[in-house]
């Protein structure tokens, strides 16, 4: 199968910038969110939409930022 509807986006969440990658495989859209700055992966889903793949995507990765804690440098 082929990969189509390919998008990336960059946004902040939590305080941490965020890069949000989705797109379509046959009929399921899939997205990933990652950490900009070391590149780990966040959180990754599917959906029936591009909205609610990204939004559960978002949900998820807001959730995981949101406990992690930060130390002053």
Known sequence: M??????ERK??????????TTY???ATFHC???NVS???NIARTTGA???EAENKAL???KEY???TKRHAV
């Open 2 to 7: 082929k990969t189509e509807e390919y998008s």
């Open 11 to 20: 946004l902040e969440l939590e305080g941490w910038p965020l890069n949000l």
């Open 24 to 26: 379509r495989i046959g």
């Open 32 to 34: 990933h969110a990652d």
């Open 38 to 40: 070391p590149g780990a």
């Open 49 to 51: 939409s591009r909205e």
């Open 59 to 61: 949900d998820r990765a």
């Open 65 to 67: 930022l949101s406990r």
